[in-house]
């Protein structure tokens, strides 16, 4: 068989758009995938989870919705409906990267894939093993969610996102176990369809690796919510018991709910794809790549949560675009140095950057402002005011070294200052932009008024 210009094995969201950008390049492409297009992000994570918590907001704004003049009721929630309309969203996003792989003439090779060598790979197909050779390949074999041995798999009560997300409907109650991004979430979604939460965390807070302001704004939300929140908890025994199960910490605390739900990490699916058979150097998991996405055998590529510790659907997508220009004879490198990531409760948190911590950490001078919804028109008329922009930034040049929204659309106005930290803007210069009014991107203009001291709208 005539070899193809590029495989990729992986069709999520680095190898879908990976395969999608080196066939527009003009290259003859095949993506080896075993499961659905889109991977975990579209079937099983960002798109589904996204659509539960939009439907769970709803239900949240219904019930306070006397607080805005409206003709407020107690509303039920048909949870198999629910189930159905986030099946129907991801199988609607879905069909559209199927259709993008039809137009673009990309061969799909149904089946789990592994390198025999730099430029050959077999794939395990249904209808039978078979063997394809490819001038330039590219890995984007992404994780799956960690499995505790701890916990009572066999009981069939204990999930991870990939079952909550495709459930046939939702649970009565549920135990959250890992009180990260992703813990926080599904706490959300659940607290605010009115099923009982208890969030549990071995740290002593949530979301421990963002910003303290932002943990201590997810914080309240949940508890206002009515989530019951255990920080600083260890479990140390889970058990079935009847229709549900208990979980024992260790101070001694007894927990029960209908389900429990891992959200606890992460695991690189790196194993059993051929990288030791050809040398791939790979550490603790994650295949080693440079800024062009090269690893250290020339000709293989790898991009996405199989490549890097910032497991970002859109730092894959970002690098499938790197790797296949380069894949085709182009020449494109990205440093991955400035990467937004949000967080989708309610309210939303988005960040960019360093970490407050962080920056003063690593820069001797540090100038950090804050700009709180409280002040802010756009809020007050949402109704959102538990929010706020903070901007971090080197005092003596105004670089920009990180930044925190808490709020409405946060996760869009972080990309603003995503930007200017990209463009090495200062915080002068994103003074000087005229910003919209009235809206929530407004908080970056005035965060970035009161770190040149400058304040109109707060007193500092």
């Given at each position: 068989m005539e070899p193809y210009d590029v495989a990729v094995l992986g069709g999520g969201p680095g190898g879908y758009v990976a395969a999608l950008r080196a066939a527009v390049r003009g290259a003859r492409v095949c993506c080896i995938e075993a499961q659905a297009l889109g991977g975990t992000c579209l079937n099983l994570g960002c798109i589904p989870s996204k659509a539960m918590l939009h439907a769970s907001e709803l239900a949240w704004q219904m019930r306070h919705a006397a607080e805005f003049g409206l003709a407020a009721g107690e509303r039920t929630v048909d949870g198999a409906a629910f189930m159905r309309r986030v099946a129907?969203?991801?199988?609607?996003?879905?069909?559209?990267?199927?259709?993008?792989?039809?137009?673009?003439?990309?061969?799909?090779?149904?089946?789990?894939?592994?390198?025999?060598?730099?430029?050959?790979?077999?794939v395990d197909a249904a209808d039978g093993p078979r063997e394809l050779r490819a001038r330039a390949v590219i890995l984007a074999t992404g994780t799956r969610p960690a499995r505790p041995a701890f916990l009572p798999w066999d009981s069939g009560r204990v999930m991870t996102t990939d079952e909550a997300t495709t459930r046939a409907d939702l649970p009565e109650s549920a135990l959250i176990i890992g009180g990260g991004v992703t813990g926080c979430e599904f706490a959300t979604i659940y607290a605010e369809l009115g099923i009982p939460v208890t969030l549990i965390e071995l740290l002593d807070r949530l979301v421990p690796g963002l910003d303290a302001d932002a943990s201590k704004a997810v914080q309240r939300s949940l508890m206002k919510r009515g989530v019951a929140i255990r920080v600083a908890a260890k479990i140390v025994a889970m058990q079935?018991?009847?229709?549900?199960?208990?979980?024992?910490?260790?101070?001694?605390?007894?927990?029960?709910a209908a389900w429990a739900l891992a959200t606890?990490?992460?695991?690189?699916?790196?194993?059993g794809i051929g990288l030791e058979a050809v040398g791939v150097a790979v550490e603790n998991g994650i295949i080693r790549v440079d800024e062009r996405c090269r690893t250290s055998v020339p000709g293989i590529y790898a991009i996405g949560d199989a490549a890097e510790r910032q497991w970002y659907a859109h730092l894959a997508s970002r690098m499938g675009i790197v790797a296949a220009d380069n894949a085709t004879g182009h020449d494109h490198s990205d440093a991955r140095d400035v990467v937004p990531a949000g967080m989708f409760t309610h309210p939303e948190v988005a960040t960019v950057g360093l970490a407050e911590s962080e920056a003063r950490a690593r820069v001797c001078d540090v100038r950090v402002a804050r700009y709180p919804y409280l002040a802010s028109g756009m809020a007050r008329a949402f109704g959102e005011t538990d929010g706020l922009v903070k901007i971090i930034g080197e005092a003596a040049t105004g670089r920009l070294l990180g930044a925190v929204v808490i709020g409405p659309h946060a996760t869009d106005v972080i990309q603003e200052l995503a930007l200017a930290m990209r463009q090495g803007l200062t915080v002068e210069q994103v003074a000087a932009t005229v910003h919209a009014h009235p809206t929530f991107a407004e908080g970056v203009l005035e965060a970035a008024e009161s770190w040149l001291g400058l304040p109109v709208h707060t007193l500092r």
């Open positions: 129907r969203v991801v199988a609607e996003n879905r069909a559209g990267v199927e259709s993008l792989f039809k137009a673009r003439k990309i061969d799909v090779l149904r089946g789990r894939g592994r390198l025999l060598a730099a430029g050959a790979l077999a079935a018991e009847g229709n549900g199960l208990t979980a024992r910490l260790e101070s001694g605390e007894t927990l029960s606890v990490g992460r695991v690189p699916n790196t194993d």
